[in-house]
């Protein structure tokens, strides 16, 4: 069994006017059924982790938030950031948390807002990252591309440990079309997904070595987390911590150090990154139309949505309004109680423009 | 001078959701400035008629909005229809009323829901068909045809009378295309925009020989409207009048007769029958996007709508909310409290299917 950890940050400014600063896409039912990012994440981590052994970090903002949609969750495990200070603080934060509970612990990070469309094939692959962290590797889970995606880092993958396990040899900056073409042709590429499995001593012991004031500051906030000088601890030493993302804190070095290795995630894996992307994965109906949320249904024999003569299209109902499109193709519609957004679907990476646009102008609306 | 009447009637399914039943489209600005069609047909109105002559002939469910969008009208000059009895009726109760007042009269019908983009031009032609109903002949006002449109009835024009002054030999419905081509191609014909000059005896005498019934009903209806009998007369009598259109009541005997003629119009006509043609009448950006409605304007640096690499868009903002299109080519965005629509602007002819779903379904918003 494992310690969950599900870091919930970031807004998802091309998921906009759905996700907002405010409002971040991981507290959506984005999934097909009415729960949302978050409760599927801990949903499908429930076969290898105790709720117990949940945690999740997030920041002030959307710590009630998740408090209400977790409510089984215990709240001594939502870990709190007085402030943004990157993943590597954050991720590292639960990592000395639950090492002060229990030091051999093995634990793994999964985002709180993807979605996996194989459960029971997820549960195998961290069965085996499980493995590979007990050895005392650092594991992370790379998901075999379907693509040539250029919005993700990759994970160059060397010989075979055991089993599934290879080692990662490099971690690949977002390539470039040709180069992603090229890593996927090669077959020894794996899509970077932020997923680590690791014993949180090994992992301590490579921030130590290589990010040690951040490792020593960590330590001793985790020291006084279940003390009554949490909060005086934490608001002394958090704002002193590097701001440093945790594959460059951590994880290149230790690949360059052989720590690092991998098991390939076959299981239908998908960020939600946009509506185009959350069309994809989510059940559409026979002419491809995608409703997505829990308020697609019927209220009162009132349709939510009214779909004529469309194909191809995502419909996001979030106002109880009704939408209405005829004769759509491949379109986009997001319905918000204050925005409503029409958006060709090969045009779904382009959202954040609009954000970028409204932010300039000081729209709150964002 | 004239005596204006405007009939008010007709919800308009093809401007849904924006017109809707409880809400026709002549209340809505569709003007491109803040005066809704009811407004700019009064307005457009004035150089040929005082606001003392101006009648609007409407249904219960419509007077209130209009007594409000026009404070200046005289009360007495909002002729309620207790019932729809179709156009004949409607006209013919205005025509006895304008008698009853003034058996000299010439008045002028013209819908309240049309836009005409020269008014100079439009006043030019009204006094030209004024002196040909001085004549004694019933006068149309036939549109100039800009296309073989097969959604209008055409007029057949014959000899001239006088100046521009044409017989009107025949009536002819909503024709084929390859008729329409053909009548466009021939020059001999106007479109039916159901405007009418004429001597308010005139059209009477022509109402009792072809519609006795009819016009003995309206005659004792219009006895007893300036009277304390005016409820009582018009309950009783009303709901047993014919239920027939003027054309089929009258004109088209009339014509026959050789009593129709026509001045054709040439003064940029549009009877706003869709949200494709409403972008094509009023004033776009550079890039084609026509934005209707006053609540267009900014509100406190807010935008109302936010166009990016859009072009040939008709978006509707009428709910107060942010309405954004990322990457959308000729496509209509209409946003109201309750429901929003979108549509391709060449389907803008099917936004009735749309209504006509609902209604079977007993949505009530339409």
Not at 100 to 107: F, K, L, S, T
Not at 296 to 303: N, Q, R, S, Y
Request: hydrophobic share 45%; aromatic share 6%; proline share 7%.
């Amino acid at each position: 069994m494992l310690h969950a950890v599900i870091p919930a940050g970031g807004s998802g400014t091309r998921l906009w006017p759905l996700s907002r600063a405010t409002n971040p896409k991981f507290l959506h039912p984005l999934t097909g059924t009415a729960e949302t990012l978050i409760q599927a994440t801990v949903a499908r981590l429930a076969p290898v982790a105790a709720l117990g052994d949940t945690y999740v970090v997030t920041g002030v903002a959307h710590a009630p938030g998740i408090a209400r949609q977790l409510p089984d969750l215990p709240d001594s495990n939502i870990l709190i950031e007085p402030s943004p200070r990157d993943s590597c603080a954050a991720i590292g934060l639960a990592a000395a948390v639950i090492a002060q509970r229990d030091p051999e612990a093995v634990m793994g990070s999964f985002a709180a807002d993807h979605l996996v469309r194989d459960g029971a094939r997820f549960v195998e692959v961290l069965r085996d990252a499980e493995a590979g962290a007990r050895r005392g590797l650092l594991m992370t889970v790379g998901i075999t591309p379907t693509h040539p995606e250029t919005g993700y880092g990759y994970l160059q993958c060397g010989k075979t440990v055991d089993g599934p396990i290879r080692t990662v040899d490099e971690f690949k900056e977002k390539p470039s079309l040709d180069v992603a073409t090229e890593y996927v042709r090669s077959g020894r590429y794996l899509w970077n997904a932020s997923m680590f499995v690791w014993r949180v001593d090994v992992f301590l012991k490579e921030l130590r070595r290589q990010q040690p004031e951040l490792h020593d500051g960590l330590i001793r906030i985790a020291a006084a987390w279940d003390t009554a000088d949490r909060d005086r601890v934490l608001g002394e030493i958090w704002p002193t911590l590097p701001k440093i993302s945790v594959d460059y804190a951590v994880m290149e070095g230790a690949a360059a150090a052989g720590l690092v290795a991998t098991v390939p995630g076959d299981f239908g894996w998908n960020d939600v990154g946009d509506f185009h992307t959350l069309g994809d994965v989510l059940p559409a109906d026979d002419a491809g139309n995608v409703i997505v949320g829990d308020s697609a249904t019927l209220d009162g024999g009132k349709p939510e949505v009214l779909l004529h003569d469309s194909a191809g299209t995502v419909v996001v109902p979030q106002s109880g309004r009704l939408v209405a499109a005829l004769g759509m193709r491949d379109v986009i519609v997001v319905d918000t109680p204050d925005a409503v957004l029409v958006c060709p679907r090969d045009r779904a990476q382009d959202v954040k423009k609009l954000v970028d646009e409204l932010k300039e102008r000081g729209d709150s609306r964002i």
